[in-house]
C-alpha cells in the first residue's frame, strides 16, 4: 500500500523529524546493551532507516534494512544519501517479517521498532526472526523510545492517538497474543521488558555449545 501523503514527513529522516533526538539516542543504549559492534544487523520494518542510519555512524555492523514497503525503502535509501551513508553501508531489502529473504543464522542482531503493530501473523514473523538470528544472537522487537532519553523528553514526544488508534496500536500487547505466537514459533529463550519507555520482546538464540 503507498503511503499517504500526510505520513511521508516520518518516512523523512531530516532534523525536524518529531523523533529526530531519538534515534541516535536508541542506537547507542542499543549497541551499550548487547556490546556488539560487528556482524550483522537486521532492522525490520525500518521504515525511514533512521535507527540503521545511526547504527551505522557508531559501529561496523553490516547493516540490512528492511520494509514490507517498497516507497519506505526508496525512502529511506533517500534518507542514507541526506545523512552521507556511503553507498552499499546499509543494504536495503523490501520483504515481510513473514517472509525474510535472508539464510539462517545470518544475523547477529535483530531490531525492529514500532512495526511490531502492524504485522499480521506474529507467529510467523517470530518463527522467521528466531530461523535468522545466528547462534547466540540477539532479537529485540517492540515498541519505545531510548532510557538515555528523559522521561519528559518521552512523554512531549510520544504520539496522541484517537481512542481507537490507541486501541489498535496496542492490540499486540494485550493478553497473551505474544507469548502464544512465541509459543507457537517455538522460540523459548525471551524476556518481555515493559516500562514506561516502551515494550520490547527481547529473543536470544542459544548458542551452539
Ligand atoms: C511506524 S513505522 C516504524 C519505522 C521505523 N522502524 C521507526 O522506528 O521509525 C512501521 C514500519 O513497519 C513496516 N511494516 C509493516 N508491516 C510490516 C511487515 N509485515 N514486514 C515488514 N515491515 C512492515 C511499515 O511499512 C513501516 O515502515
Known amino acids: 500500500m503507498p503511503i499517504p501523503e500526510k505520513d511521508k514527513s516520518f518516512y523523512r529522516y531530516t532534523k525536524d523529524h518529531r523523533f529526530a533526538a531519538m534515534y541516535p539516542l536508541l542506537a547507542r543504549e542499543i549497541i551499550d546493551k548487547y556490546g556488539l559492534t560487528e556482524g550483522t544487523c537486521l532492522d525490520i520494518g525500518t521504515g525511514s ?3 540503521a542510519i545511526e547504527l551505522s555512524k557508531i559501529s561496523d555492523l553490516e547493516i540490512i534494512a528492511l520494509d514490507a514497503e517498497p516507497e519506505a525503502i ?3 535509501g533517500e534518507n542514507c544519501a541526506r545523512h552521507g ?3 552499499g553501508r546499509i543494504r536495503l531489502v523490501t520483504a515481510p517479517v513473514e517472509k525474510l529473504p535472508m539464510p539462517d543464522g545470518s544475523a547477529d542482531l535483530i531490531l525492529s521498532r514500532g512495526s511490531i503493530p502492524f504485522w499480521k501473523d506474529l507467529a510467523s514473523a517470530f518463527r522467521e526472526i528466531f530461523r ?3 547462534p547466540g544472537g540477539q532479537a529485540m522487537v517492540g515498541c ?3 532510557h538515555l532519553q528523559t522521561l519528559a523528553d518521552v512523554k512531549a514526544m510520544r504520539p496522541v492517538w484517537s481512542p481507537e488508534v490507541l486501541a489498535d496500536r496496542t492490540r499486540w ?4 497474543l505474544v507469548a502464544e505466537a512465541l509459543r ?3 522460540v523459548g529463550t525471551y524476556h518481555i521488558a515493559d516500562d514506561d519507555y516502551g515494550t520490547w520482546v527481547e529473543i536470544s538464540k542459544p548458542g551452539r555449545e
Open 49 to 51: 532507516a533512521a535507527l
Open 74 to 76: 526508496e525512502m529511506a
Open 85 to 87: 551513508v556511503p553507498d
Open 132 to 134: 535468522v538470528l545466528t
Open 144 to 146: 519505545g523510545f531510548s
Open 173 to 176: 500487547k494485550k493478553g497473551d
Open 184 to 186: 507457537q514459533a517455538a
